[in-house]
């Protein structure tokens, strides 16, 4: 049974940072994995994504901002963001694919996961 289960959200100022991570079970540690989020009101949209290559995809709104990276003993991929922003307030999700081979735009669009965690609430006050 496969299962993900992000943590580190929490409430925090704009210009704070925050960790978030996804541990996974029940499939092969260098599944590509992905973060996504969505905002009240809003449609779910990718944030990062990254390969067993490591190899990382970011959105406009991610790129040096946030950094995405995985450890695969640990069967976890992490999403660090930096300088947060009111509008980065959402519900983050992590997922996670069984195509290893797959191009930006494959690994951007949500319908390419297999499986997806809860979420776990990030809130970013002004």
């Known amino acids: 049974q496969v299962q993900l289960v992000e943590s580190g959200g929490g409430l925090v100022q704009a210009g704070d940072s925050l960790r978030l991570s996804c541990a996974a079970s029940?499939?092969?540690?260098?599944?590509?994995m992905g973060w996504f989020r969505q905002a009240p009101g809003k449609e779910r949209e990718f944030v990062a994504a990254?390969?067993?290559?490591?190899?990382?995809y970011y959105s406009d709104s991610a790129k040096g901002r946030f950094t995405i990276s995985r450890d695969n003993a640990k069967n976890t991929v992490y999403l660090q963001m930096n300088s947060l922003k009111p509008e980065d307030t959402a519900v983050y999700y992590c997922?996670?694919?069984?195509?290893?081979?797959?191009?930006?735009?494959?690994?951007?669009?949500?319908?390419?996961?297999?499986?997806w965690g809860q979420g776990t609430q990030v809130t970013v006050s002004s």
């Open positions: 997922a996670v694919t069984r195509t290893y081979y797959g191009g930006s735009y494959y690994y951007k669009n949500a319908q390419s996961y297999d499986y």
């Open positions: 990254i390969r067993w290559s490591d190899t990382t």
């Open positions: 029940g499939t092969p540690s260098d599944y590509p």
